[in-house]
C-alpha cells in the first residue's frame, strides 16, 4: 500500500543487520526478524503481493551460506523457507538465494542460480514456502548474473551481467536477451520493475 518500508538495520556496528519496518515517511523501526544464528544477518527484504508477508534472505554472506526466511509483517515467529544444503541438493555451484521475486499468488518465490558446471548458464526456479523447489523452464546465459526480478505479470525477468555490470530484459525462460541500459562503460545494477511493468528503475555508477 505504499505506507510503509521493508528495511534491514542494526542497532550497533558489533552486531549483525536485522529486519525492521519503518513508515514510508520515516519513524521509529520496528524490529521484527533476525537470523536464527545471531551470527547471522537479513538482507533483500521483500513484501509479499498482499502486504501481510515479508521475504528476507538471512546468511553469514559467504556464497554458500545464504537462506530464505519468511515472517508475517505483524511480527511473529520467522519460517525458514530454504536452507544451505538445498544448494548442495540441487546441484547448485555457487549462490543459493541472491535475488528473488515473489509469485503473484504470494505462496511461492521465484529466483535464479548457476548451474552445475555441466550446464552452463543459469537456471530458474520456484520455491513454495514449505521449502519444496521446482526447476522452471529455460536459462539465463551469460557469466556473473545477479539480481533476477520478475516482472509483475512475471512474463519478463531483469538481471544484471557483464563487466561493468549492465541491466538485461529478456523472456521469463530467458530467451531474447537485451541490455536496456546505456554506456557499457557505466556500472549499473540493481534493476526494479514498475507495477505495470513498462519501466525499470536502477542504479547508475561508474
Same mark, same amino acid.
Not at 26 to 54: C, F, H, V, Y
Given at each position: 500500500?505504499? /505506507?510503509?518500508?521493508?528495511?534491514?538495520?542494526?542497532?550497533?556496528?558489533?552486531?549483525? $543487520?536485522? !529486519?525492521?519496518?519503518?513508515?514510508?515517511?520515516?519513524?521509529?523501526?520496528?524490529?521484527?526478524?533476525?537470523?536464527?544464528?545471531?551470527? /547471522?544477518?537479513?538482507?533483500?527484504?521483500?513484501?509479499?503481493?498482499?502486504? #501481510?508477508?515479508?521475504?528476507?534472505?538471512?546468511?553469514?554472506?559467504?556464497?554458500?551460506?545464504?537462506?530464505?526466511?519468511?515472517?508475517?509483517?505483524?511480527?511473529?515467529?520467522?519460517?525458514?523457507?530454504?536452507?544451505? /544444503?538445498?544448494?548442495?541438493?540441487?546441484?547448485?555451484?555457487?549462490?543459493?538465494?541472491?535475488?528473488?521475486?515473489?509469485?503473484?499468488?504470494?505462496?511461492? !518465490?521465484?529466483?535464479?542460480? /548457476?548451474?552445475? !558446471?555441466?550446464?552452463?548458464?543459469?537456471?530458474?526456479?520456484?520455491?513454495?514456502?514449505?521449502?519444496?523447489?521446482?526447476?522452471?523452464?529455460?536459462?539465463?546465459?551469460?557469466?556473473?548474473? !545477479?539480481?533476477?526480478?520478475?516482472?509483475?505479470?512475471?512474463?519478463?525477468?531483469?538481471?544484471?551481467?557483464?563487466?561493468?555490470?549492465?541491466?538485461?530484459?529478456?523472456? #521469463?525462460?530467458?530467451?531474447?536477451?537485451?541490455?536496456?541500459?546505456?554506456?557499457?562503460?557505466?556500472?549499473?545494477?540493481?534493476?526494479?520493475?514498475?507495477?505495470?511493468?513498462?519501466?525499470?528503475?536502477? $542504479?547508475?555508477?561508474?
Amino acid at each position: 500500500d505504499g /505506507k510503509r518500508l521493508a528495511v534491514t538495520g542494526r542497532t550497533s556496528p558489533k552486531v549483525p $543487520f536485522r !529486519l525492521a519496518i519503518v513508515g514510508a515517511e520515516g519513524g521509529e523501526l520496528r524490529w521484527l526478524a533476525a537470523a536464527a544464528d545471531p551470527a /547471522k544477518g537479513t538482507m533483500n527484504p521483500r513484501w509479499s503481493p498482499d502486504g #501481510r508477508q515479508i521475504a528476507f534472505v538471512t546468511g553469514a554472506f559467504t556464497p554458500d551460506e545464504l537462506d530464505l526466511s519468511v515472517v508475517s509483517a505483524d511480527g511473529g515467529q520467522v519460517r525458514q523457507v530454504s536452507t544451505a /544444503k538445498l544448494a548442495d541438493r540441487l546441484g547448485f555451484s555457487g549462490r543459493f538465494i541472491v535475488g528473488y521475486t515473489w509469485a503473484r499468488d504470494g505462496e511461492q !518465490l521465484y529466483f535464479a542460480e /548457476k548451474l552445475p !558446471l555441466s550446464e552452463p548458464g543459469y537456471g530458474l526456479y520456484s520455491i513454495d514456502l514449505s521449502g519444496e523447489v521446482i526447476r522452471l523452464p529455460g536459462v539465463i546465459e551469460g557469466e556473473s548474473v !545477479l539480481g533476477v526480478e520478475w516482472s509483475a505479470d512475471q512474463s519478463q525477468i531483469a538481471y544484471m551481467a557483464g563487466t561493468p555490470t549492465q541491466v538485461f530484459v529478456a523472456n #521469463r525462460d530467458g530467451s531474447n536477451p537485451r541490455r536496456v541500459t546505456g554506456s557499457p562503460d557505466r556500472q549499473t545494477f540493481n534493476p526494479a520493475w514498475s507495477p505495470d511493468g513498462r519501466e525499470i528503475a536502477f $542504479f547508475d555508477g561508474v
